[in-house]
């Protein structure tokens, strides 16, 4: 969703500053306001998982940035059960997808969590399955659809799924929820969805999914007749955009936007440029921000910086770089399992602007990336201290980040 720059009233932001405190984080050794271009060693200290080489200076382990204006991170809430994707409603309110398969409604102002809201259709929660990202229509106002991304079970297994449904006027169910596209083929396993879903600025989305992680699916990240490891242009009734890039072509599914990737868990617009960024969970050692172009090939699992789990290495031969697949803008050894990411557009920590945030699973922090002419140039840890495993992050109209996390908390992140 595009953000926009409305301010939160005075009064709400009072009641908001005085709801719920949790927990704090600041960093105010300098005065509010400031914008310290001061470089520190890299945030990331620990043992790379291998000694292969970046293709550019600056693609991994960037100079460290700190924030000098003084902010913090209150828990909203702490009631949700493993939110998933959050996104904000007209009203202030948050909608908030939860993996088991319900989506709530999470008033900021207090902390409220409404009852589960009905009518969406069942999800296969097992694994890293379940109800995933979610997205507003642009004219939501008006029609109150609402899109989302699930593992749908399906004879032989389950696959990525994306659906829609209105958002009833009371807010207590899902209308005439209808499934509108299915990422096949159907796979028995319950890894790798992908699941983010984001709208242009036409009205079309872009999803996520991932390759389902097993060697035998894997290949099929590089397999245009496939669904898996894509990230997908599709339309409000899950039919391909015209004009993709794979549109008219012989053996390739015309929905597909990009290939090559294997568990996309991040969408986001860069404000300035309008290019499609994504973060991606690669294996051990190659978690990957990429610029998402048409047609473009992102190299899984042919070139990875990372290693398998195991601690073999991939590929035949094992390469990094290849003509023609695309290298990340950015990656991260040891890997952060970065899911959901936005890039913050707000006026109220100036420093923030048109930086991108991504929330880190096994990491336990949220990333800061300050980035210029399409290379990262600064990285930062926040809110490193709560140990959660944040699993989306997001800007609202009161320019205020909000992160879930899979312990199910609701941070505000915002100028303190
Ligand atoms: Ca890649």
């Given at each position: 969703m595009k953000n926009t720059k409305i301010m939160l009233p005075t009064v709400l932001a009072v009641a908001l500053m005085a709801s719920a405190s949790c927990s704090t984080q600041s960093s105010s050794e300098t005065p509010a306001g400031g914008s310290d271009t001061t470089s520190y060693p890299p945030v990331e200290t620990g043992k790379a998982n291998t000694d292969y080489k970046p293709a550019f200076e600056g693609q991994t382990r960037i100079a460290g940035v700190k924030t000098t204006t003084p902010f913090e991170g209150k828990v909203v809430t702490d009631k949700l059960s493993s939110p998933w994707g959050v996104v904000d409603l007209?009203?202030?309110k948050l909608l908030v997808t939860e993996k088991a398969g319900n989506?709530?409604?999470?008033?900021p102002s207090n902390g409220n969590v409404s009852e589960p809201i009905t009518g969406l259709p069942k999800v296969d929660e097992s694994g890293q399955g379940g109800l995933l990202g979610l997205a507003l229509d642009p004219a939501f106002e008006s029609n109150r659809m609402v899109y989302w991304v699930f593992a749908e079970p399906a004879n032989g297994g389950n696959h990525t799924a994306v659906a829609k449904g209105r958002l009833s006027d009371d807010e207590s169910k899902i209308e005439n929820a209808k499934v509108i596209y299915q990422a096949l083929p159907t796979y028995n396993g319950k890894l790798h969805y992908g699941g983010r879903v984001l709208f242009d600025k036409d009205g079309n989305l872009f999803v996520s999914t991932g390759e389902r992680s097993d060697l035998e699916t894997r290949p099929q990240a590089q397999d245009l007749k496939s669904g898996l490891g894509k990230i997908l242009?599709?339309?409000?009734?899950?039919?391909?955009v015209a004009g993709n890039p794979f549109e008219g072509q012989a053996d390739a599914r015309p929905e597909i936007y990009s290939y090559g990737h294997r568990n996309p868990q991040g969408l986001a617009f860069h404000p300035e440029t309008g290019d499609l960024w994504n973060s991606e969970f690669g294996p051990r050692g190659g978690d990957e921000i990429n610029i998402v172009k048409a047609g473009s090939n992102y190299g899984w699992p042919v070139i990875t910086y990372g290693l398998e789990y195991s601690g073999d290495k991939i590929g035949t031969p094992v390469i990094q770089q290849k003509d023609g697949m695309e290298q990340p803008v950015y990656y991260w050894d040891p890997v952060l399992s970065p899911s959901g990411m936005t890039f913050y557009t707000?006026?109220?920590?100036?420093?923030?602007?048109?930086?991108?945030?991504?929330?880190g699973l096994s990491s336990t922090h949220i990333a800061r990336l300050v980035i210029e002419n399409n290379k990262v140039v600064g990285e930062e840890r926040l809110l490193s201290s709560e140990g959660q495993r944040f699993r989306d992050v997001r800007q609202a109209k009161d320019g205020a980040l909000y992160a879930v996390t899979d312990a199910g908390r609701l941070y505000k992140i915002d100028k303190k």
């Open positions: 007209p009203s202030g989506m709530r409604i999470v008033d242009h599709i339309t409000t009734d899950g039919k391909p707000g006026e109220r920590i100036p420093e923030w602007k048109n930086n991108l945030f991504i929330g």
